[in-house]
């Protein structure tokens, strides 16, 4: 992962951590199993996965594809970047149950 986007990760995490204040976010480790979504997202009793990219254009990795739409289908899971990223989070906001 390169630094801009370890420095969006980073970032992300806080501003989730700020939307959604008792959440737990695990990293997931890319050298155990290839392609999973960076972070999970745990909620209450729900989750969502985020794979972080640095721009919308930026490369997917081999596998990645398949296991967003794979945990997109059990809970939510979506590819995550600064274009992109209101979006995402409300969208996965409506998904764990959050109400504001």
């Known amino acids: 992962m390169s630094s801009t986007e370890n420095e969006y ?59 967003v739409n794979l945990m997109n289908r059990m809970s939510f899971a979506s590819f995550i970047f600064p274009e992109n990223e209101e979006r995402v989070l409300n969208e996965m906001e409506s998904a764990l149950g959050v109400s504001r």
């Open 9 to 67: 990760q980073a970032g992300l995490i806080k501003r989730i951590t700020n939307r959604l204040p008792d959440c737990i976010i695990l990293k997931n480790d890319p050298e155990y199993m290839q392609g999973v979504p960076d972070l999970l997202i745990l909620w209450n009793d729900r989750w969502a996965m985020l794979e972080c990219k640095k721009s919308s254009n930026a490369k997917h990795r081999p596998n990645q594809d398949y296991y």
